[in-house]
């Protein structure tokens, strides 16, 4: 079962999992609808659950909406889960590396102090919280995925407005912070881990979901330059420039690479100019 299933990544982790055989039901029900939910989940009676429903835009206006649909929706859901004669396998829960903060580590591990800095990262660490009041009822694996980006993503996003730019071959473009470093993930990538955690993860952990590598904003313009052609020129607008930013946001990806390994397996990451190039494809295919 998946909630969050007509979502950016619900839609690439259906495809994937249909792709190897498994069957994948969508949760209709609101997650703050409790009666509508206990009585779908009753229904589906869900071997694994990948919980991917949230708000994913972090700069969202609406703070109030980050807890109730995180931290509340969440104990809601797994509340209801706690009502099946028999419980699930495995239920993934995506949390954020946000909840990090500004790390004094040059990689984030999982272990460390948490040092959110706004409404959408502490919604998380909320979350993650909450879900430990489950870990003696249900088998629960915690993920902390990085920047990730691929074709379908809202270009309310950063690398998916850059791309439209370069598309359009427009003459400039408006950002804000201009001075990050962030890895930026293939989504399938993601759902990849996501699939094998529901599988092998071991419940009460939490994993980060990272390939390790930094990338300056500067790199990924000078990629799509080179794939398109095209320069642009970058302006920073005020509006734009959040007050609170976190500068570095780089995951160590060794508990999940040992997972994997002793399990024969490995996480497959995809080079990312391919994924530049798919989502230029997508683009100029939208803009026709």
Same mark, same amino acid.
């Given at each position: 079962?998946?909630?969050?299933?007509?979502?950016?990544?619900g839609i690439?982790i259906?495809?994937?999992?249909q792709?190897?055989?498994i069957k994948?039901i969508a949760l209709?029900?609101n997650l703050?609808?409790e009666k509508?939910?206990?009585?779908?989940i009753?229904q589906i009676?869900?071997?694994y659950?990948a919980?991917l429903?949230g708000?994913?835009f972090v700069?969202?206006?609406d703070?109030?909406?980050?807890?109730?649909?995180?931290?509340l929706g969440t104990?809601?859901l797994?509340?209801?889960?706690?009502?099946?004669q028999?419980?699930p @396998? @495995?239920?993934l829960l995506?949390?954020s590396a946000t909840?990090?903060g500004?790390s004094?580590?040059?990689?984030?591990?999982?272990?460390q102090p948490?040092?959110?800095?706004d409404?959408y990262?502490?919604s998380k660490?909320?979350?993650e919280?909450?879900a430990k009041?489950?870990?003696n009822r249900?088998?629960?694996?915690?993920?902390r995925p990085?920047?990730?980006?691929g074709p379908?993503?809202?270009?309310?996003?950063?690398?998916?407005k850059?791309?439209?730019?370069?598309?359009k071959r @427009?003459s400039f473009?408006?950002?804000g912070?201009l001075?990050i470093?962030?890895e930026?993930?293939d989504?399938n990538m993601?759902?990849?881990?996501?699939?094998k955690l529901?599988e092998l993860?071991?419940?009460?952990?939490?994993?980060n979901?990272?390939?390790?590598?930094?990338?300056?904003?500067?790199?990924?313009v000078?990629t799509?330059? @080179?794939?398109t052609?095209?320069?642009?020129?970058?302006?920073?607008?005020?509006d734009?420039?959040?007050?609170s930013?976190v500068?570095?946001?780089?995951?160590s990806?060794?508990k999940?690479?040992?997972?994997?390994?002793?399990?024969?397996?490995?996480?497959q990451?995809?080079?990312?100019?391919n994924t530049f190039k798919q989502?230029?494809?997508?683009?100029s295919?939208?803009?026709?």
């Amino acid at each position: 079962m998946v909630t969050g299933a007509r979502g950016f990544t619900g839609i690439h982790i259906t495809e994937m999992a249909q792709k190897q055989g498994i069957k994948v039901i969508a949760l209709e029900s609101n997650l703050n609808d409790e009666k509508a939910l206990n009585q779908e989940i009753a229904q589906i009676s869900p071997d694994y659950v990948a919980h991917l429903a949230g708000i994913s835009f972090v700069a969202s206006k609406d703070h109030e909406a980050f807890y109730r649909v995180h931290a509340l929706g969440t104990s809601n859901l797994l509340q209801a889960l706690t009502k099946l004669q028999t419980a699930p @396998k @495995k239920i993934l829960l995506a949390s954020s590396a946000t909840v990090y903060g500004n790390s004094p580590n040059h990689l984030s591990v999982e272990d460390q102090p948490l040092t959110p800095i706004d409404h959408y990262a502490i919604s998380k660490v909320a979350m993650e919280d909450m879900a430990k009041t489950f870990f003696n009822r249900l088998p629960i694996v915690i993920a902390r995925p990085f920047n990730y980006t691929g074709p379908g993503q809202k270009g309310n996003f950063l690398i998916p407005k850059l791309v439209d730019h370069f598309a359009k071959r @427009k003459s400039f473009i408006e950002l804000g912070n201009l001075n990050i470093e962030r890895e930026f993930n293939d989504v399938n990538m993601i759902c990849d881990a996501y699939l094998k955690l529901l599988e092998l993860g071991k419940a009460n952990e939490i994993y980060n979901v990272c390939s390790g590598q930094a990338r300056s904003l500067q790199f990924v313009v000078d990629t799509l330059k @080179k794939i398109t052609g095209h320069a642009i020129e970058i302006r920073v607008n005020p509006d734009f420039v959040r007050a609170s930013e976190v500068h570095r946001m780089v995951g160590s990806p060794e508990k999940l690479k040992q997972l994997l390994a002793g399990n024969g397996l490995s996480l497959q990451i995809p080079a990312l100019e391919n994924t530049f190039k798919q989502m230029l494809d997508a683009s100029s295919s939208s803009s026709a």
